[in-house]
Structures are given as C-alpha cells and as structure tokens.
C-alpha cells in the first residue's frame, strides 16, 4: 500500500487520540498503535469493584468547558457533559470551610483572606500585577516570592503549596509564578475545574470513535519497538514483534523519553541533554467509599490540617454514576518525594485519610505513579515550563512530531495537552 497518506500513532493517551482524530478526518489512514489492552493513557479510568478509578490523572477538566482542552474537542465535533462547581476549590481547616474565588484579592474572599492572615491584599493585587507583566515577557519567578510578607503565618503557604501540589504535581518550592498565571489565564472564563459526567473515559471513547469513523484502526497489545528514520526523516516503526510498517507521519504519544529510546542513535542531541535535567512529577491517588455522604459541597477540598494530602475531590457529589448506587466516593490525591521512601509517603497519606473521615469511610484503592508510569510525565516546576519543554516537531527529523503532555504548553494537567494540541495540529496541517 502506498505510505503517502499512512500516518502512525504512538500510544492511545490524550495527546495521541486528539492528533489521530484531527488527522483521519483530513484524509489520513491513521492507525493507533497502543502497548496495553486499554486505551487513554492516564486520562481514562478502570472499573474497579464499581468505582471509576483513575489511571492517573483526574477525574477533572480543568479549565471546564471554557479551557483549552473543551476548545479542542469543540473543534473536533465532540459535545462534552461537564458538571463544573463554583467555586472549584474550598480550604478546609480545624471544621471550617473557607470557599476560594479568583483571583485571591476579590471582595468575596474577604473572609478567606482574614483566617490567612492576609494583611495586605493591596499589595498582594499589585504583586499579582506586576508578576502578570513579567509573566508575558516569559520571565519565571518562584511562587514563594509572590506571598513573602503577605501573611502573618504559614497558613497562606499551606493552601497555596496544597494547590499547587494538586494542580501542577509540584511543591510550591518548585512552582512557577509565570505559569501559574499563565495557566489561570487559559481558564479566566470558567471556574477553574470541570468534572466529565461519565468520567474521562467518555472523552477518550468519544475521541476513538470520531477517530475511527473516519477509518482509523486501532492496534492494542502492539508495543512499537523502534522508530525509522533515513535521511533525516521518519519512514515508520518497527513493533517489538518484529512487523515493520512504512509510514509518511508519525506522532508519539509515549513521552520525550521514550521517543528518545525509540529512535536510538537518530535522536536528537539536545533533547538527550534535556531530559539529563528532567525531574519528573511522583504521585498517588487514594480512592474512598463511604455509605455516608462523606461532603457537604461540591467543591475540590484543600485539607490544611494534612501533612502527605494535597486535595480531595468528591466524585460522587458532582458524578453520581461514577460509583454504585448507595455509595458515596472522593478522590485524594498525593504527590511524592522521590528521595524519600514511596511506600512510607503513601501509607502515611492512607493513615492520615483514615482518621480524617474515621470508621464511617474505607480507603479501598491506592495507585501510585513514578518512574516510567505515563502519568509520571514532565513536572511543570521551575525551569520545566512552556517554552522549556519539549516542542512538538522532533528537531533534525521530519514526519515526527511529539502529542502529549511533555510538549509547550501551559494549563493545570489535561490543560497542557489542550493548550499545546493546536500548535501540533497547525504542524500537522502543513504536512499535507
């Protein structure tokens, strides 16, 4: 067969679905080659006992129905049902619940400002200026510089390294001020977070099968072994069973890391050099189920009063069809220290859970990501931010392109990836 029009996707995560569907409906003879039996990557779910479980990342869209990733899938035809609370985060501490608006110096925070100890919202406004500014000049700054002097103890940096612990996998040591803002401005519409109805395997089926409409074939239990280039071009991939398929375009979803492995000595070199800097984000996901309701809003909780918790989300208040009838079900999430000991870090956050919510709540299911877990990725930490990261055509190789998280592009998790998905569909475009 002809390998003009042949195009080959590497792994069914978000990334690789999104460029799939984009190519097969311009034309393209698209195949997906995934090394599991499942598709979506980290951004699905499993059934687990009843429960939608995550594979690693959120049972969130961030950014809701105004982000980027919703902008996306509205190119591509695909309705989304999203349920989005407002306000999306609330701090809990010592039984109080304080709701979060954006941004932070806003009247309706009034209160929230007063148990931070927040003395200065005058100059937190201004800071948050001037800190915008710099921002859009690409200049990077620690998030802890933005709240020096703001509050009279630590209680501001608890919720704010909460948060960024939640949203970008990353303590607040490690964040980015410039993509904080960067990424808040991707979502200055909506409320900040959005939650799939039927959970973000409804995403990823929705995108296979538009995908697949339009003749794309879908290869599971199909590891790609290598990837083939000559001449300073890719002409296709070799499974690890052997099976050499000739291609016109290839896009990897499998990560910078292991598109460097694939390609081997045709690697480029200063992606090499870039990923000998690379710290990846570490993490766990902690499931509990309760006969009593275990919430009383809706809201993504950042629990103050836990140490090894960053938030918790609770799934059955927003999705009740995500776990059995009967049953109420939140989500923790953890991240972790890789110099510290995973097992310790994660049974500390379990005890820590179980005396939060007490007898009434079971901790059933816990999932950790590190190491070569796809949903370990690139950590959006200082110096590991927008145009720092991987761009989505493979330097010194034509027809190769990176989808995925590793690539440019700002936004809270999934964000990223719909940020960073038109800049690889405009490269896509140019190669018909």
């Known amino acids: 067969m002809p390998t003009d029009r042949n195009v080959i996707i590497i792994g069914t995560g978000l990334g690789g679905l999104l460029a799939g569907a984009f190519l097969a409906a311009r034309g393209r003879r698209v195949t997906f ?13 499993i059934d687990y006992q ?29 309705a989304l049902d999203v349920v989005e609370p407002n ?29 931070l100890g927040i003395h200065r919202p005058g100059r937190f406004a ?31 940096y608890r919720v704010l390294d909460h948060l960024a612990k939640f949203c970008f996998l990353v303590p607040l040591a490690d964040a980015s001020m410039s993509y904080v803002l960067r990424s808040l401005s991707l979502i200055r519409r909506g409320t900040g977070e959005g939650f799939l109805r039927d959970g973000n395997r409804a995403l990823i089926t929705a995108l296979l099968d538009k995908a697949q409409a339009h003749g794309a074939v879908l290869r599971t239990r199909t590891p790609v072994a290598r990837i083939l280039a000559e001449g300073g071009r890719a002409v296709g991939v070799e499974t690890s069973a052997g099976e050499r398929l000739e291609v016109s375009l290839i896009v990897s979803n499998a990560g910078a890391s292991r598109t460097v492995n694939l390609l081997g000595e045709q ?67 953890q991240v972790l220290d890789p110099e510290q000991p995973i097992g310790e870090q994660v049974e500390a956050a379990r005890r820590e859970l179980s005396a939060h919510f007490g007898p009434r709540a079971q901790v059933f299911n816990t999932a950790t990501y590190y190491r070569d877990h796809p949903a370990a990725g690139v950590a959006t930490r200082l110096g590991q931010c927008g145009t720092a990261r991987f761009s989505p055509a493979v330097p010194g ?4 392109y990176l989808a995925g998280e590793d690539a440019v592009g ?21 190669e018909r």
């Open 126 to 156: 201004l800071r948050t200026i001037r800190y915008a500014l710099e921002s859009a000049f690409g200049l990077e700054r620690p998030v802890i510089n933005w709240m020096r002097g703001l509050s009279r103890d630590d209680r501001l």
């Open 267 to 333: 690697a480029p070199a200063c992606w090499r050099e870039r990923l000998q800097q690379v710290r990846p984000a570490f993490g766990a996901t902690h499931a509990i189920r309760s006969r009593e309701r275990l919430h009383e809003h809706t809201c993504i909780e950042l629990p103050l009063d836990l140490d090894h918790v960053a938030g918790i989300a609770p799934i059955s208040n927003l999705c009740s069809g995500l776990c059995p009838p009967g049953w109420h079900y939140s989500l923790a999430y």
């Open 33 to 45: 080659l995934e090394a599991l039996d499942i598709t979506g990557g980290r951004f699905t779910h």
């Open 87 to 115: 306000p999306a985060f609330m701090v809990a501490t010592a039984d109080k619940y304080f709701p979060i608006y954006l941004p932070l110096f806003q009247g309706r925070n009034r209160a929230l400002r007063t148990a």
């Open 410 to 430: 700002y936004g809270f998790a999934a964000e990223v990836i719909g940020d960073s998905t038109p800049r690889l569909w405009r490269l896509l475009e140019a």
């Open 397 to 400: 190789i034509a027809g190769l």
């Open 50 to 78: 009843g429960f939608a479980v995550p594979t690693g990342a959120f049972h969130a869209l961030p950014g809701g129905s105004h982000g980027p990733l919703a902008a996306c899938c509205r190119k591509q035809g695909i």
